[in-house]
């Protein structure tokens, strides 16, 4: 994505002694517009694509970011983190590897986007079938196991407190394309984003839109997840969700209560 960033040698100055003036030359100036958003041409009719979208979110980040000296730490943790994370979007999505090409259990994201402290990540679900919708949602889950199981335990020799967890939200829906398709917009983001932010969880995705009633669902899908009404901010009051049963039943009383049967 451009930035805007003018040297030296983009100013001038003008005026004479005792009154001159450091000015910002006139092209450069022009040059702040929609163009650093990185959208591409914006006036692209927007397309629409059958979607899951997935919120990584780190943790402790904030508070990370507050330690001594982070202009040390950040990037090196950041620079870890993001380069773990598209292995691992790789290797969970990989399902064998042969001498002309690699065999995988879904497709891959055709975007991932860093926003700040976590990642936007989305996938084309209108050219999965059910099996490999569902494959997404485990996917998600060993990638935020590892970060506790392995990842954390690397990074741990190399910063100080890093962030404690990876939440993950996930949700089905319809996305759709600003600019050139270097972003996207729709109401599964907004609602992924807020479902990995419920309390209690580290692992949950929206109901709606996957099938889990047919033979060839896993037995994760009907021996490790639990599905609870909840309110959702901003969407709903009885939206449908999916949770890791250890997750609810290790669960604070008071944050049990949020999550209401079915």
Not at 34 to 49: D, V, Y
Not at 119 to 144: G, H, P
Request: net charge positive; hydrophobic share 40%.
């Amino acid at each position: 994505m451009p930035t805007f960033k003018p040297s030296e040698s983009d100013h001038v100055m003008v005026g004479s002694k005792g009154n001159r003036k450091r000015l910002l030359n006139k092209e450069v100036y022009d040059s702040f517009n929609s163009s650093l958003l990185g959208l591409g041409e914006l006036t692209k009719a927007s397309t629409a694509t059958d979607a899951i979208a997935a919120i990584f979110d780190l943790q402790g980040f904030t508070d990370f970011c507050k330690q001594i000296e982070p202009h040390l730490a950040v990037p090196l943790f950041l620079r870890e983190f993001l380069t773990w994370l598209m292995k691992g979007l790789k290797s969970e999505t990989t399902k064998k590897k042969l001498k002309d090409g690699v065999e995988l259990w879904s497709p891959l994201p055709f975007l991932v986007k860093f926003m700040g402290d976590g990642l936007l990540v989305l996938w084309d679900s209108s050219v999965m079938s059910d099996v490999r919708r569902r494959n997404v949602i485990i996917s998600a889950t060993e990638i935020c196991e590892d970060y506790k199981q392995k990842f954390l335990t690397s990074i741990k020799g190399k910063v100080v407190d890093p962030p404690i967890l990876l939440r993950c939200g996930l949700a089905r829906g319809t996305v759709y394309s600003v600019g050139d398709g270097n972003d996207y917009v729709g109401s599964c983001i907004n609602m992924a984003a807020r479902i990995q932010k419920l309390p209690g969880i580290t692992f949950a995705f929206n109901r709606r839109g996957f099938d889990f009633e047919g033979s060839a669902a896993s037995d994760f899908f009907k021996d490790d997840i639990v599905v609870k009404q909840v309110s959702i901010r901003g969407i709903g009051q009885n939206e449908l969700i999916m949770i890791l049963k250890e997750e609810f039943e290790a669960m604070k009383a008071t944050d049990k209560k949020l999550y209401r049967p079915v």
